[in-house]
């Protein structure tokens, strides 16, 4: 009477594991309401300081490397005449943790929308898709400042794949690194 009890007993375990339904995946984890509210701050001062120059808002947006880097971009600008981009327009297409701080991967337009749609290229973005350079880093391999565009020639520059890094720095998330991955759309 016992093994057919142990026998019962392990028919209905197995019958229901197997009338379990596939799990479905955890969302990916979204940063906290500080976090986005910094991103969202870093290119509001950016886009001031293209058009304005340095003011006290850069510094409480972003910190090194990229802050030092960003700054040599607006003196180089300044150099050659300044800016000629119009509103900085974003969608982002994912966030991810890294570490102790957030990635960002945003198609942006840096000519304020004047050509084409923003769309991240195929395959760009997607569940499980790293969302900028490797897992840690904070390099900004350009001076921090978008690829320049050709509106100055009549011809508008497509959007741009951008991953922006904040982390914890000075008591406030601020921008650490930025980073250019091609065009999107």
Do not use: I
């Amino acid at each position: 009477m016992r093994w057919p009890r142990l026998g019962l007993a392990s028919a209905l375990l197995l019958a229901g594991c197997a009338a379990t339904p596939n799990a479905t995946p955890a969302p990916p984890p979204q940063p906290p309401a500080e976090v986005t509210a910094a991103y969202e701050a870093y290119w509001s001062a950016w886009e001031h300081a293209q058009h304005h120059g340095e003011d006290d808002r850069l510094p409480k947006a972003a910190a090194d490397p990229l802050l030092t880097s960003l700054r040599q971009g607006l003196r180089e600008q300044a150099e050659y005449g300044g800016s000629d981009w119009g509103t900085v327009e974003r969608e982002v297409l994912g966030v991810e943790a890294r570490g102790s701080g957030w990635a960002f991967a945003a198609c942006v337009d840096f000519d304020g929308g004047e050509g084409e749609g923003l769309e991240a290229p195929a395959g760009a973005v997607g569940p499980g898709t790293e969302v900028g350079p490797s897992a840690g880093a904070d390099a900004t391999p350009s001076p921090g400042n978008a690829p320049k565009d050709s509106t100055a020639d009549g011809m508008d520059a497509p959007p741009t794949l951008v991953t922006v890094v904040l982390r914890p720095r000075e008591g406030a998330w601020k921008a650490v690194g930025m980073w250019f991955g091609g065009t999107c759309g």
